[in-house]
């Protein structure tokens, strides 16, 4: 009966298939799981309609790649639900044996409120992964709660705050070693029109804080970009570690309004429970950034603050925005465990803690989340999942709907 089940999401989610493989970031290990005795939702759709195969499923060496899953679910930042689409498009630059695929994800949204979103994240590797850049262009009309610096406000003493945003982030990187990356980016935030939705209180006050909260901000700066990476596939990780430092500094120069630094530190790991069995999911998952910004002339949008890490995956079962400060330190763990053999579901639990200065001293105020999930397998060839998940903290609740898992 669940299988009938499984399959008529199937059909309501995805009108194409995800073939996006995440391999290694050095040649070597672009290997492939033996995935016979696996089943995802699109063994269950062929199932349901009766759709017999000649041969055998197995994964071609197809040079592009297509997704489109739509769905409805809730906007972060407090401007409730929206219908969301996601289109995925992936080639290879080079072998596949020894190059990632190369891919540009599109995700517009629109709530019917004055909210709606035109991002797009691009990855390009380029033959045998010598060279990777990656991209994140935003345009955004983005009404967003804001609690002011660090966590003395309560949930319900919030502001809304209205603006338009483009963003323009472009790095490129270099293998200078097996797993290793460095190179050079460049980074625009324009925020267009920044005022209080209510005429009544004045943003700058209640934030306490007179840069970046009205009118325009403008910051343009580059970045220096430094890269681990030892996992076999960042859609779904297995076993292995990921490390990332980001120094950005924005001069006037460039034409930022402020001169302006700062930092930003993601460590991950992943210790499978189970290493005799690959197919079979039963994973521990850490994740810690540290994220600081370096000057007291950042503007406010561009200060640290919970939700913003660069894929906004962090601080499930808390609202984006909700803590901001100039420093911010974040932790998360996951437990990833198959509840059917197949692999077909499975489940997750996760509690993240996060501390930022502000209101107070950084790490003497944490601020704890939790919650639970469930995992469709969406395409067993590259390991991808729908996740389903529901997180909650102090004063607020939310359920959210993924392609692909967290971190």
């Known amino acids: 009966m669940y299988k009938r089940f499984i399959a008529i999401i199937f059909c309501f989610v995805s009108s194409q298939l995800l073939a996006q493989n995440a391999s290694t970031i050095i040649p070597g290990n672009n290997t492939v799981l033996d995935t016979a005795k696996q089943v995802d939702l699109i063994d269950l759709a062929r199932d349901l309609f009766s759709i017999k195969d000649k041969k055998e499923r197995?994964?071609?060496d197809k040079r592009v790649y297509f997704s489109f899953l739509p769905i409805g679910a809730s906007v972060p930042g407090g401007s409730g639900r929206a219908l969301i689409t996601s289109t995925?498009?992936?080639?290879?630059?080079?072998?596949r044996a020894t190059t990632n695929i190369s891919s540009a994800n599109f995700t517009?949204?629109?709530?019917?409120?004055?909210?709606?979103?035109?991002?797009?994240?691009?990855?390009?590797?380029?033959?045998?992964?010598?060279?990777?850049?990656?991209?994140?262009?935003?345009?955004?009309?983005?009404?967003?709660?804001?609690?002011g610096l660090g966590s003395a406000n309560g949930y319900l003493d919030r502001v809304m705050v209205d603006y338009k945003y483009i963003r323009f982030y472009q790095s490129v990187l270099k293998?200078?070693?097996?797993?290793?990356?460095?190179?050079i980016g460049y980074n625009l935030d324009y925020r267009v029109g920044i005022r209080s939705d209510d005429p009544a209180i004045d943003l700058p006050t209640f934030t306490n804080y007179e840069r970046g909260t009205s009118g325009n901000s403008f910051s343009s700066g580059l970045s220096l970009n430094l890269l681990y990476d030892t996992r076999n596939n960042s859609i779904n990780p297995l076993p292995g570690a990921y490390a990332n430092i980001i120094y950005r500094f924005n001069p006037k120069v460039l034409g930022s309004q402020n001169t302006w630094q700062s930092v930003y530190i993601d460590v991950r790991k992943y210790?499978?429970?189970?290493?005799?069995?690959?197919?079979?999911q039963?994973?521990?998952?850490?994740?810690?950034?540290?994220?600081?910004?370096?000057?007291?002339?950042?503007?406010?949008?561009?200060?640290?603050?919970t939700g913003w890490d660069p894929g906004n995956r962090s601080a499930r079962g808390i609202d984006q925005n909700r803590y901001r400060g100039r420093t911010l330190f974040y932790l998360e763990s996951e437990y990833r465990r198959d509840i059917t053999a197949n692999g077909l579901l499975g489940f997750v639990l996760f509690t993240n803690v996060n501390t930022v200065s502000g209101s107070g001293t950084l790490f003497k105020s944490w601020h704890p989340a939790a919650g639970s999930g469930l995992r469709i397998k969406f395409n067993k060839a590259t390991n991808t999942n729908i996740g389903i998940d529901y997180g909650f903290s102090q004063g607020y609740r939310t359920i959210m709907l993924n392609l692909g898992e967290a971190f």
């Open 108 to 147: 517009p949204y629109l709530n019917f409120n004055g909210r709606f979103g035109l991002p797009l994240r691009t990855s390009i590797w380029l033959p045998n992964n010598e060279w990777t850049i990656q991209g994140d262009t935003r345009f955004l009309v983005y009404p967003q709660y804001t609690w």
């Open 88 to 95: 995925t498009a992936g080639m290879y630059l080079g072998p």
């Open 175 to 183: 293998r200078i070693k097996p797993y290793v990356f460095a190179g």
């Open 282 to 305: 039963n994973t521990l998952a850490f994740w810690s950034y540290f994220w600081k910004a370096l000057s007291r002339s950042t503007p406010y949008l561009d200060l640290p603050s």
């Open 58 to 60: 197995v994964q071609k």
């Open 271 to 280: 210790v499978s429970l189970n290493p005799a069995k690959p197919n079979q």
